[in-house]
Nanobody
């Protein structure tokens, strides 16, 4: 499966941004999807994940209550709605896909998009 992330940009703290990740190739509903991010000088970290049906979602603690992951299997797209953005959310955001159940470990995601930059100014 090929993944294409979009929607990044420069926003002020407290504002919102929604990322999208479109998929092509094998049926999208086959994959659990995740969002990860990597800030300069830091390791890639888990942000959110969603299972194949979209019923179950998972978040890292620092984004709970602010970010929402969702998917539209009819559009082969997964979204990450980000509200109340903070400067520490600044990073390159990556979408990823894996067979099986959703999870938090980057190493278990087989397919990755190219990343989209999110910059939050204070």
């Amino acid at each position: 499966v090929q993944l294409q992330a979009s929607g990044g940009g420069l926003v002020q703290a407290g504002n919102s941004l929604t990322l999208s990740c479109g998929a092509s190739g094998r049926p999208f509903s086959t994959y659990a999807m995740g969002w990860f991010r990597q800030a300069p000088g830091k390791e890639r970290e888990f942000v959110a994940a969603i299972n194949r049906s979209g019923i179950n979602t998972y978040y890292t603690d620092s984004v709970k209550g602010r970010f929402t992951i969702s998917r539209d299997n009819s559009k082969n797209t997964v979204y990450l709605e980000m509200n109340s953005l903070k400067p520490e959310d600044t990073a390159v955001y990556y979408c990823a896909a894996r067979e099986g159940v959703a999870g938090t470990e980057a190493a278990k995601y087989r397919y990755w998009g190219q990343g989209t930059q999110v910059t939050v100014s204070s």
